[in-house]
């Protein structure tokens, strides 16, 4: 079971930078005017910004080590979600060059 509090732990923190991606991936296929404009990891960094602010005023979070365990919680999810978007992006590209190698 999910909880918002979960998001606060590093599992949870996995597991929101996949929901973005995911979230980002559907923004791409449904939006292609804001993919066009806004890159995946600009959408990934402020979907992660705007998860962590909900959970972090829905808990609340309290005092200087509640904020930073929402700072570095958040920024954990973030640079999970640009780095799995960056790694699948790498492997579909080396994906076509290989394609491209087999048709020559």
Known sequence: MITVAAIFTA???????????????????VFPAIDARVSGAVQAFILTAA????AAIA???????????????WLTAAMAA????Q??????ATKATHEH???V
């Not at 599992?11 to 296929?29: C, D, E």
């Not at 808990?59 to 919680?73: C, E, F």
């Not at 790694?87 to 579909?92: D, L, Q």
């Open 59 to 73: 808990l609340p979070v309290v005092g200087p080590d509640g904020i930073l365990l929402a700072i570095v919680s």
């Open 11 to 29: 599992a949870g923190a996995g597991t929101a930078a996949l929901v973005i991606r995911q979230l980002v991936q559907l923004i791409k296929y």
């Open 101 to 103: 190698r087999d048709d």
């Open 82 to 85: 640009v780095g799995i978007d």
């Open 51 to 54: 998860l962590y602010l909900c």
């Open 87 to 92: 790694a699948i992006g790498r492997v579909r």
